[in-house]
């Protein structure tokens, strides 16, 4: 399929992590050795997911399953969100609808409040113990001004054996009551992550390969920003998917590990 290295140069490299990495808590064959070749070819990389577990979770599982990462490698939306925040709103009282991984993020950096009358910013994120009392105190304070953010905006979160609603549902139930829009999502596809992974990378979006398995979170923030990419087929996105679908990959292949075969030797 290849007549010549897509990545014969050292080059920013984007990867997915569930789907495109590792499914259902286990390594896909092929990818640590794919790494392995990027680094090994001096391609700078980051890894993007819009699950908002501490960037500690993420290394401890990636080197767990025979991945050697640092911090600086690993991209989650809560980080994408507290970047833009502090930039943007750095006094901002918040508060976040979403479980303890997003409040442990947060609370480093700005001051919680249940008050609707003080409140700044409303973050909706996954929330496993979402209630009534949750969605009013979001409903007041948004009707009184706040802003409305969001760490992602995906509608499930898939799980071992199925899936489960994610952001996008609490983020359904905000606009729902109040007719306002979310105004920032954080996670893929915004150019929000875009811009914190070249910062990390030290590249432009056109020297960046971004390798996923999802047509409209993964392909389309790297289609957006000019970079070029690879969907693997090892997660969401089936073959027969791509027959109707708005947003077309550059390049298609069945797993990651084909990816190690598509990059020089530098």
Known sequence: MWSSPLVARPRGIIFDLDGTI?????????????????????HPLVFV????????????????????VNPDEIINSALVLVHHLRREMPTARVFAIGDPPLWEQL?????????????????????????YRKLNIGFQALRRGARFWATNADPTWPQVGGEIPDAGAIIGALEGCTGRKVEVVAGK??????????ERLGRTARECLLIGDSLQSDIAMGKQAGMTTVLV???V?????LECASVQPDYVVESVAEVGRMVGDG
């Open 49 to 68: 997911t819009n699950a908002i577990e501490p960037v500690t979770e993420h290394v401890d599982k990636l080197v767990g399953l025979g991945v050697p």
């Open 189 to 198: 596809p915004s150019p929000l992550v875009v811009q914190v992974a070249l």
């Open 237 to 241: 996105t089936a073959r027969a998917d």
């Open 22 to 42: 590792y499914r259902s808590g286990q390594l896909i064959p092929g990818a640590r050795e794919t790494i392995e070749r990027m680094r090994k070819g001096a």
């Open 107 to 131: 609370a480093p950096h700005f001051r919680f409040s249940e008050d609707p009358s003080e409140i700044d910013v409303v973050i909706a994120s996954v929330d496993r113990a979402f209630d």
């Open 233 to 235: 087929l090892t997660g």
